[in-house]
């Protein structure tokens, strides 16, 4: 489980990233 979250979070900002601009 730790596998498929760490990959979650580390994606979740660059997703925002795009949103934001």
């Known amino acids: ?9 580390s994606c979740l900002p660059i997703t925002f990233f795009f949103l934001y601009f």
């Open 1 to 9: 489980m730790k596998f498929l979250v760490f990959p979650l979070v």
